[in-house]
C-alpha cells in the first residue's frame, strides 16, 4: 500500500529557532500533499494545502510566514516551523494524494514538536 | 462552514459492538471516511463510504449513511482490546474537496 514517512519523528528545540519537517511519499508519486495539525485530544486542522511545484494554499488564520511550505518534488514536501514558540508545540501531521479516480488522502505517523 | 461532530467517549467491553456516530452539515460531501488513531500516531484509512451509498460492510466494519439526516456511523462488530483507539470521521467533496474531520471519538475497550 501507499507509504508515507515524516521525519523527524519528535523535535524538541529552543524558543526562535526554526524547525523542519519532512513528509516524503515512499512508493508513489503526490500530486498533493496536505499539513495538518491537531492538539492533545482535539481534532486534525488543515493549514495548508501544496501542490508541486507551485506555491501552497493556508488556510484562514495560518501564517504563511510563520509556516513555510515547499514542495519541490513530487515525492518531498518541507514544513518550516519558522521561529518556533511554545504555543507551536503540536503534533504535525502530514498526508499525501496520489490523484487517481479515488481521493485517498495517505497520512504519514506525524511528528511531535515541543519548543522549550 | 462545514461542521463534523462525534460524541466524545464511547465505552464498550470486549466482544460486544460498537457504534460510532458522526453528524456533519456539508450536502455536499461527496466521500464521507472513518478512520482510526493510535496514540502517538498518524491516521489509518478504516473505511469510507460514497455518498450516493446507505450502507457499506467490510469485515467487522459497517458503516451507515443517512444522507437526509446527514448523520454517519460505524459498527465494529466484537470489539476487541486492540480497537481501542480515536475515531475519526471525516468528509470531503463540495466546492474544496478538502478532508474536513469531526471531534473523534476516543473508544475505550474493556477487557
Known amino acids: 500500500g501507499a507509504v508515507v514517512s515524516q521525519h523527524p519523528s519528535w523535535v524538541i528545540c529552543k524558543s526562535g529557532t526554526s524547525v523542519k519537517i519532512e513528509c516524503r511519499s515512499l512508493?508513489?508519486?503526490?500530486?498533493?500533499m496536505f499539513w495538518y495539525r491537531q492538539f492533545p485530544k482535539q481534532s486534525l486542522m488543515l493549514m495548508a494545502t501544496?501542490?508541486?511545484?507551485?506555491?501552497?494554499?493556508?488556510e484562514q488564520g495560518v501564517e504563511k510566514d510563520k509556516f513555510l511550505i515547499n514542495h519541490a518534488s513530487l515525492t518531498l514536501s518541507t514544513l518550516t516551523v519558522t521561529s518556533a514558540h511554545p504555543e507551536d508545540s503540536s503534533f504535525y501531521i502530514c498526508?499525501?494524494?496520489?490523484?487517481?479516480?479515488?481521493?485517498?488522502?495517505?497520512f504519514g505517523p506525524g511528528t511531535r514538536l515541543t519548543v522549550l | 462552514g462545514e461542521d463534523v461532530e462525534q460524541s466524545l467517549f464511547l465505552s464498550v467491553r470486549e466482544g460486544d459492538s460498537s457504534v460510532i456516530n458522526c453528524t456533519y452539515t456539508?450536502?455536499?460531501?461527496?466521500?464521507l471516511y472513518w478512520y482510526k488513531q493510535e496514540p502517538g500516531a498518524g491516521l489509518q484509512l478504516l473505511t469510507y463510504?460514497?455518498?450516493?451509498?446507505d450502507m457499506k460492510q467490510d469485515q467487522r466494519l459497517t458503516v451507515l449513511l443517512n444522507k437526509k439526516d446527514k448523520h454517519l456511523s460505524l459498527r465494529i462488530a466484537d470489539t476487541q482490546t486492540g480497537d481501542s483507539a480515536i475515531y475519526f470521521c471525516?468528509?470531503?467533496?463540495?466546492?474544496?474537496?478538502?478532508?474536513?474531520f469531526g471531534t473523534g471519538t476516543l473508544l475505550a475497550v474493556q477487557p
Open positions: 501544496s501542490n508541486e511545484g507551485s506555491k501552497a494554499t493556508y
Open positions: 456539508d450536502s455536499s460531501s461527496t466521500y
Open positions: 463510504i460514497f455518498s450516493n451509498m
Open positions: 512508493d508513489f508519486q503526490a500530486t498533493t
Open positions: 498526508s499525501a494524494r496520489s490523484g487517481q479516480v479515488f481521493d485517498e488522502q495517505f
Open positions: 471525516a468528509e470531503s467533496g463540495g466546492a474544496t474537496n478538502k478532508l474536513i
